[in-house]
């Protein structure tokens, strides 16, 4: 019988097969040539990336860049299979995706910076009024697990006078009304949807080993007037919702500020 892993999973059965074979390599043909800086259709100075690192290809794609199915990355670096992601529709060179050991050139620095990802699909709930005591969270957030809702960015606030506070986070658009749904029981006096933000991300290895990457971020968008709604960070990534009108301006702002360009 012949079958993918999961429905649409001719990336993963790519990989999984390669590391099976303990291939050299394995090549996923796709409609772009590669790895961009950014979106092209956002940023036409956007630049294609020779090598990127799995952690990086990961954050990319689980950020709203479409190029590779995460899960694939997932177990190209588990099985250490470097990829290569290229067109179907020319000869040009791909996008090698690989461990952190092979992007490394000497004599020459490494990326700061290897990405900026724009992710349209994300709803910001409000809750206000709730009461700050040990365990209101937690179980808030174990109703939202329990409904198999994904939530991604949480933010809360110093408590009020009146021994409440408020409670934010990100689901995907289709998830907002179930999750309102699961929070509207009273464990908060207000809650408020908004699925007129984005989330944009700036992605690097090399925000492990310097420092002013995330001040940067800021800085651009405050000097184009964009207010940052919610900050999540991790090792290799800063993420920042946005009202959604500014998140193409954000996108651009950010990639010439890190100096992708070209």
């Known amino acids: 019988d012949i079958t993918t892993l999961g429905r649409g999973g001719s990336d993963l059965s790519a990989v999984a097969v390669a590391g099976a074979l303990d291939a050299d390599l394995c090549e996923i043909y796709t409609d772009v040539d590669g790895v961009y800086t950014t979106d092209p ?10 090598k990127i690192s799995y952690d990086e290809m990961l954050e990319l794609a ?11 990355v997932e177990l190209a670096k588990k099985l250490k299979v470097k990829l290569v992601t290229r067109s179907s529709f020319n000869n040009n ?7 952190e ?3 490394e050139k000497p004599g020459m620095e490494q990326a700061l910076i290897s990405g900026i990802a724009l992710d349209k699909n994300q709803a910001r709930v409000t809750m206000r009024g709730v009461v700050d005591k040990p365990g209101v969270a937690a179980s808030i ?3 939202l697990a329990d409904k198999n809702i994904n939530v991604d960015m949480i933010i809360q606030n110093t408590s009020h006078e009146d021994g409440t ?16 749904n699961v929070v509207d029981d009273g464990s908060a006096k207000s ?11 700036v992605v690097g290895v090399g925000m492990k080993s310097h420092s002013g990457i995330a001040s940067m971020a800021f800085s651009v968008l ?34 010439k500020a890190y100096e992708l360009e070209k």
């Open 191 to 201: 809650i408020e949807i908004d699925s007129e933000v984005v989330k944009v991300s």
């Open 93 to 99: 060179e791909g996008t090698l995706i690989t461990g």
């Open 101 to 103: 050991a092979d992007m």
């Open 141 to 143: 957030f174990k109703k």
């Open 41 to 50: 259709r956002i940023e036409p100075k956007a630049r294609k990336l020779d």
């Open 165 to 180: 506070t408020s409670l934010g986070f990100t689901v995907p658009q289709n998830e907002m009304e179930a999750a309102r």
């Open 62 to 72: 689980s950020m709203g860049a479409k190029v590779l199915q995460n899960r694939s």
């Open 222 to 255: 405050a000097n184009e007037g964009i207010n940052i709604q919610m900050i999540s960070t991790s090792e290799i990534k800063i993420s920042m919702i946005v009202a959604a009108k500014y998140g193409e301006l954000a996108v651009r702002a950010l990639h």
